[in-house]
């Protein structure tokens, strides 16, 4: 029997028209949106890094994806103990020691006294031989264990018996920021929850060259590096601070985010990096005295920690590369009602 078209002529006609008009409007807007950019130049990237593993030695490279969930690979391996709690250079501070680089599919891992360590890029929730729900500053995760083989890696280079690795799974649900009452203080705050893999609280950090600079001028007692602060972006070309005014900005031709927070510091920039090590002096206790409050920021109030970077949302998703200039397309303002100065 002949086979026989099963829809008129005309059917055919009009699919082939209509994604041929969906082309032409996805072409035409992709292409207003390049014109609408009028925003002036700001500053320039100048680092890019990210953190597979958290708590690892920061991997800096010459151009990045920056995903929905952030910086491509950026926190996405972490390790827990056997009460399956995570754990971080606050408490294992020999972390920072562990060089990490990435290789095509894999990450290679670097210890001193120790063979390389490779780990896949991609595990979906099978590729496992478990899936565990936990929780990184009660925003809650899921992680797919990796191996044995990793487990006693890290067993012995932290000294640190019944330690588990886990990969975020492709398949896996995002950890979503508890913006609310966060930074709902911002004028520009648009309900747009943050997504991530295993970072703290916010998908990027942003920091300035000029602000470390500044600090490393007024706190006399170490020599602050960068690697301190595990920024995902380091700027050059603006004044100190200025990364903490920025209400929205567009870096390089495609990628657009949204400041959301100041980044509130913890012990873990007490580590001093290339030692693995607690320091005997207190870069928080400093920034704990001179940079929290009112007086830095309208809305740190409800921040109890010394601040120093900040936190930004993806909202528009792309590559980035050392050198891209930084857009400010809008100023960053607190909602009048959250100004007070108490
Ligand atoms: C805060 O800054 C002042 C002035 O630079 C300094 O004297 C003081 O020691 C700082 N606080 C801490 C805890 O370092």
């Not at 929780?135 to 797919?144: P, Y």
């Not at 602000?211 to 490393?216: A, G, H, P």
């Not at 602050?224 to 990364?243: A, Q, T």
Request: aromatic share 12%; charged share 25%; hydrophobic share 35%.
């Amino acid at each position: 029997m002949a086979k026989e078209n099963i829809f008129p002529f005309e059917v055919y006609i009009a699919f082939f028209l209509s994604a041929f008009i969906c082309f032409i409007y996805h072409k035409f807007s992709t292409y207003k949106q390049h014109l609408d950019v009028k925003g002036e130049i700001v500053a320039y990237i100048k680092e890019i890094r990210t953190h597979p593993v958290k708590s690892c030695k920061p991997a800096q490279l010459q151009k990045i994806e920056v995903t929905n969930l952030g910086f491509k690979h950026d926190r996405q391996f972490v390790l827990l103990n056997q009460y399956g709690t995570f754990l971080t250079s606050r408490k294992y501070p020999k972390f920072v020691l562990i060089e990490q680089e990435i290789l095509g599919n894999e990450i290679s891992l670097r210890a001193e006294g120790m063979p390389d360590l490779r780990l896949p890029l991609k595990m979906t929730k099978k590729d496992g031989d478990h899936v565990a729900d936990f929780a990184i500053w009660t925003i809650k995760g899921q992680g797919v264990h990796v191996s044995q083989e990793a487990d006693d890696w890290f067993a012995q280079v932290l000294n640190l018996e019944g330690c588990k690795l886990y990969c975020f799974p492709t398949d896996g649900p995002p950890r979503r920021t508890r913006d609310k009452g966060q930074y709902e203080v911002f004028e520009n705050y648009d309900n747009t929850p943050n997504t991530m893999m295993y970072t703290d609280g916010s998908p990027v950090l942003i920091l300035s060259q000029p602000s470390l600079v500044d600090l490393n001028d007024k706190y006399t007692e170490e020599d602050l590096s960068m690697d301190r602060f595990r920024p995902n972006i380091v700027l050059e070309g603006c004044k100190p601070y200025e990364e903490d005014t920025w209400g929205r900005i567009q870096i390089g031709d495609d990628v657009i985010m949204e400041g959301v927070y100041p980044s509130e510091r913890c012990v873990a920039i007490n580590v001093v990096p290339d030692k693995g090590a607690m320091s005997d002096k207190s870069i928080l206790k400093y920034l704990n005295e001179n940079r929290s409050g009112p007086a830095f920021t309208p809305h740190a109030h409800k921040l109890k920690g010394g601040l120093f970077g900040f936190n930004y949302g993806v909202r528009k998703t792309g590559f980035i590369k050392i050198g891209d200039p930084v857009y400010k397309l809008k100023e960053l303002q607190t909602r009048s009602k959250f100004m007070k100065n108490d």
